[in-house]
């Protein structure tokens, strides 16, 4: 079946601009996260979705990042007012939820901040 | 908290010869496990994951990797490398599947003739 999709692939911002990035996960999938990839920090993870409950935040850098997730399904990852530090490639994986189960990785939105 | 060490920056490799990779964790408690390759432009595959039972896990594309306990280590190996593993790979460990992973800083492959 489709895997996670992820658009656009590429977005090129100025500084200071804001910007949406957005994640289909697999259909049925309940959880849902975004990680970052960046040369200087390697892979980390930014925001987790849950079915219903409260999404864990504890990943997001500062309060410029924020996400939602509407009808348990499509996420968007917003960032205001870019800065350069901010250009990496951003990953969305989802999974069924289970404790046994994968993380459903998608082939990331990457940005870049002029 | 949990941590992972790819010692490894970069690894070359001859086309037929073997591989393993590293991979040290951190983690006070029986590990979810994972190693996830990823090509050039493109997003993670999961290649095999450990999360109890038999230390010596087989995934896809003939990699298998083990569980040290012991040594707190989830290496993973092939016996014969082809060009098209040539890639970045990434070890990552989880309290479960279905919390937020930690990874490594990766481990990139070349491959040579």
């Known amino acids: 079946g489709a895997g996670v999709s992820q658009s656009p692939s590429n977005k090129v911002t100025e500084k200071g601009k804001d910007v949406e990035l957005r994640c289909d996960p697999i259909?049925?999938?309940?959880?849902l996260y975004w990680y970052r990839q960046s040369l200087g920090q390697g892979l980390e993870f930014l925001i987790y979705?849950?079915?219903?409950?409260?999404?864990?935040k504890s990943g997001l850098p500062s309060d410029r990042f924020s996400a939602e997730r509407t009808g348990g399904s499509v996420s968007t990852l917003t960032i205001q007012r870019t800065q350069q530090e901010d250009s990496a490639v951003y990953l969305c994986?989802?999974?069924?939820?289970?404790?046994?189960?994968?993380?459903?990785f998608g082939p990331g939105t990457r940005l870049l901040v002029l | 908290a949990q941590s992972v060490t790819q010692p490894d920056i970069h690894i070359t490799v001859s086309e037929g010869a073997s591989l393993e990779l590293r991979c040290n964790y951190s983690?006070?408690?029986?590990?979810?496990l994972f190693w996830y390759v990823q090509s050039p432009g493109q997003g993670l595959q999961l290649l095999l994951k450990?999360?109890?039972?038999?230390?010596l896990v087989q995934g896809i594309k003939g990699f298998e990797a083990e569980f040290k306990r012991s040594q707190s280590s989830f290496n993973l190996r092939k016996p014969s490398v082809h060009w098209s593993d040539a890639a970045e790979y990434f070890c990552?460990?989880?309290?479960?599947?279905?919390?937020?992973?930690?990874f490594g800083k990766g481990t990139r492959l070349s491959v040579i003739a």
């Open positions: 979705f849950q079915g219903n409950s409260a999404p864990d």
């Open positions: 983690y006070g408690a029986t590990p979810y």
């Open positions: 450990y999360f109890s039972g038999d230390t």
């Open positions: 990552a460990v989880g309290v479960s599947g279905n919390t937020p992973l930690v």
């Open positions: 994986a989802s999974s069924s939820g289970g404790r046994k189960e994968t993380q459903y």
């Open positions: 259909s049925g999938h309940t959880a």
